[in-house]
């Protein structure tokens, strides 16, 4: 009796799972499909990224490597990044651009990878020329900010701001332009706030530049 009893049970243990399998099978089946296909997709945007940024036309006469950014903390995307390319590619002080624009400056390099202050980090301060006219490029609230100018200099709104090739940083690298002019330091000084049209935190690939233009 009890041999019966355990053979009926075996026998609908079995029955069930007849029954089960196809279902579970599909189940597992279309979720490896979804992330499958959800890697590939991720796979296939980073490639057409890559794709698009090796085309990329540097608008500087100088050498240049392009790198990719391997790691942002969250907290501190603002000061800085780290991208790929060390001291075999003798890198030091370059500066590091995205579409034609200065992102920052290479600050300290290891053996494979290199952290690039950013231009807007809180300590970055950056020799600029808008016109005939030099100053210093600071982040400061939330701003990239050009002090140092006398309020005779000849500035308006959408003027370019350039590096000035005062300091580690060569000339003529395009940063933003003019779109705001105020008076400071008991209207002697002109402070103004550049439009920058970088948004940091979305970039993946930099370009470092690596002879004087």
Excluded at 48 to 61: D, I, Q, T
Excluded at 112 to 133: G, H
Excluded at 185 to 195: A, F, L
């Amino acid at each position: 009796m009890n041999r019966l009893i355990k053979e009926s049970y075996l026998f609908l243990v079995l029955f069930i799972l007849i029954i089960v399998k196809e279902p579970i099978y599909r189940l597992f089946t279309i979720k490896d499909n979804i992330y499958n296909t959800t890697r590939c997709e991720f796979l296939e945007s980073d490639y057409n990224k890559l794709l698009e940024f090796s085309e990329v036309n540097v608008a500087y006469e100088s050498d240049y490597i392009n790198s990719a950014v391997i790691y942002k903390d969250i907290y501190n995307y603002m000061n800085e990044i780290t991208i790929r390319g060390g001291k075999d590619y003798k890198l030091d002080n370059n500066p590091v651009i995205y579409d034609n624009t200065l992102v920052g400056v290479i600050d300290k390099v290891d053996s494979n990878t290199s952290i690039v202050k950013l231009i807007t980090n809180n300590s970055s301060k950056i020799s600029v020329k808008i016109n005939d006219e030099i100053g210093i490029l600071e982040y400061k609230k939330d701003k990239l900010i050009v002090s140092n100018i006398s309020n005779f200099g000849n500035i308006n709104v959408g003027d370019i701001v350039y590096t000035s090739g005062l300091g580690n940083i060569h000339e003529n690298i395009y940063i933003g332009e003019v779109k705001n002019i105020e008076l400071g330091n008991k209207n002697i000084e002109q402070i103004i706030t550049v439009n920058y049209k970088l948004n940091i935190k979305d970039i993946d690939y930099v370009t470092i530049l690596k002879e004087s233009l």
